[in-house]
């Protein structure tokens, strides 16, 4: 997983790093750990993270 929250916010508040992302990142990681429990079935992934499977393709091409 990630840096933690805090080194996140440090990132951001020196410049390294935009929110933007941030959250970006934050949500590919979330994606990712959805699409490895839900054994990589892009439905169930979906239902996991509570979105929809069309938000889910969205999240994925922006990846």
């Known amino acids: 997983m990630s840096a933690e929250p805090q080194l996140v916010v440090i990132e951001i508040l020196e410049g390294k790093r935009t929110l933007k992302e941030a959250i970006r990142s934050f949500e590919r990681e979330c994606v990712l750990a959805a699409l490895e429990r839900a054994n990589f079935d892009k439905r169930r992934a ?5 979105i929809s499977l069309a938000s889910l393709y969205r999240k994925l091409e922006r990846s």
Request: cysteine-free; hydrophobic content about 60%; glycine content about 20%.
């Open 46 to 50: 979906a239902s996991l993270l509570g």
